[in-house]
């Protein structure tokens, strides 16, 4: 039971580089989201789809861009990293918004930008 | 925005100590979540609270929606190592096609065999 994969789990990039984060679901949820884990800051979102080809900004959207061309990936680009951007991300997916016990994160991606 | 502000921010406890946690809002939220997050892994669910207080158990743990359904709180009976981790509360409200979990900032738990 694969659930929700992320690539990769780790990078270091350097100011003003990009990079997309992949995050891939075998549960056929129609929701997913981006959040980022920061020290002492809990999970906040940062865009989320409500199903293939639609995405939408959640609470901190700002420096990322989105995309969910087929309905099990979400990516989450980054155009010209910053080290404000040095985070955890988690994927997450669900069903629907109030089927609260599918919601299914990812194991993170630890991002660095030096 | 809707804002969670959750205590303590950590615990140092012996191990077979009880351990409580709680999280309170300004906000009404129709639903409270607790998850606990392992090193390196993702949140995982613990317990779901779907009405007012309403007072759910999951094995050791025990966590209730507040009457005002403006907190919850999260107890830990006779704590074993592998409780360790973080521990985060969530409230959740929907409607149409919208919905989002807003998280606190999470409980830091550590217990000394």
């Known amino acids: 039971n694969a659930g929700v994969t992320q690539t990769p789990k780790f990078r270091v990039l350097k100011t003003g580089q990009s990079m997309t984060l992949l995050c891939a679901q075998d549960?056929?949820?129609?929701?997913m989201y981006w959040y980022r884990q920061d020290p002492g800051m809990g999970l906040r979102l940062i865009h989320y789809?409500?199903?293939?080809?639609?995405?939408a900004k959640g609470e901190v959207p700002d420096g990322y861009n989105v995309s969910r061309l087929k309905k099990q990936n979400f990516l989450l680009g980054l155009e010209s990293a910053a080290p404000s951007q040095t985070s955890v991300y988690f994927c997450?997916?669900?069903?629907?918004?109030?089927?609260?016990?599918?919601?299914?994160f990812g194991s993170g991606t630890r991002l660095t930008v030096v | 925005g809707q804002q969670l502000n959750q205590s303590p921010q950590s615990m140092f406890i012996q191990e077979g100590e009880d351990v409580s946690m709680n999280c309170t809002s300004s906000s009404i939220f129709n639903t409270w979540l607790w998850y606990k997050q392992d090193p390196g892994e993702g949140p995982v669910l613990l317990i779901a609270l779907y009405k007012a207080g309403e007072l759910t158990s999951n094995g050791r743990l025990t966590a209730q929606f507040g009457i005002t359904r403006k907190d919850s709180f999260l107890n830990i009976s006779a704590s074993i190592p592998s409780d360790v981790g973080i521990y985060f509360c969530?409230?959740?409200?929907?409607?149409?096609?919208?919905?989002?979990?807003?998280f606190g900032k999470g409980t830091k738990l550590s217990v000394k065999p």
């Open positions: 969530a409230g959740l409200n929907y409607g149409g096609s919208q919905g989002n979990l807003i």
């Open positions: 997450a997916s669900s069903y629907s918004p109030g089927q609260v016990t599918g919601y299914t």
């Open positions: 549960m056929n949820h129609e929701y």
């Open positions: 789809s409500v199903g293939e080809g639609t995405t």
